[in-house]
């Protein structure tokens, strides 16, 4: 049985693997490491190929995204999704590989956030490795504090509605503690007590949603 922080522990070995593996990666330009926190790279360290072109067929009557063959060391993604999600489905066949190596195939629908506590364990398990690898805790928090220099968590006040949305900050400050629409607009935005940034969902490739699920379960936004 994994726990929360053993699976952040693996994201981290596995991106410390990476870094120390950057020269190799990337010959020419070694990148800074936030762009290191990706699905190819990962595979490349663990001797996976690394397929996003690839026509899956369905499951479930959906689509499938993503699909890790282990005996033939093949992570494929499907190329009918979003950046994000093809970014996020591959660090969660990353995660299956590493957390899970008695199954010998797993098969996704698109996924490009937790997909919730209704989903089987192995599946949160992956959906938590996916959020560790793509959004490092000290690389987040170092860019939550750059964009908002104010005591964490961030909390639906007035000032800070207004500095998050000067169009809908009362309908901000109206929802309840914890309320994913905050954690979103969080995630979403762009400027804050007059300064403009790059979304956090856009700096690190991710969904919105991916973002604000992260966001909540670091602690800081409440």
Known sequence: MWTFSQIEFEARKLLAEIEKHADRLWPNTPPDRLFMCDPEAACRV????????????????????????RANKAVMLSSRQSFEAQRF????????????????????????????????????????????????????LQAFRLRFPVNE???????????????????????????????????????????????????FNVSPHAMAIRLQEMGLVH
């Open 46 to 69: 663990l001797g996976l190929k690394y397929l996003p072109d690839s026509h899956l067929g369905t499951y479930g009557g959906t689509a499938t995204a993503g699909l890790l063959d």
């Open 89 to 140: 489905t591959g660090a969660h066949e990353v995660g299956h590989y590493l957390l899970h190596p008695g199954q010998l195939m797993f098969r996704d629908r698109t996924l490009s956030a937790h997909g919730g506590a209704g989903r089987p364990l192995d599946e949160q398990q992956a959906d938590f490795f996916a959020a560790c690898f793509l959004v490092p805790p000290k690389l987040l």
């Open 153 to 203: 968590p961030l909390v639906n006040t007035s000032a800070v509605c207004f500095n998050l949305s000067t169009r809908n900050h009362q309908y901000l400050e109206s929802l309840p503690p914890g309320s994913m629409e905050f954690a979103l607009a969080v995630a979403r935005a762009e400027a804050f007590n007059g300064y403009r940034f790059k979304s956090l969902a856009a700096l």
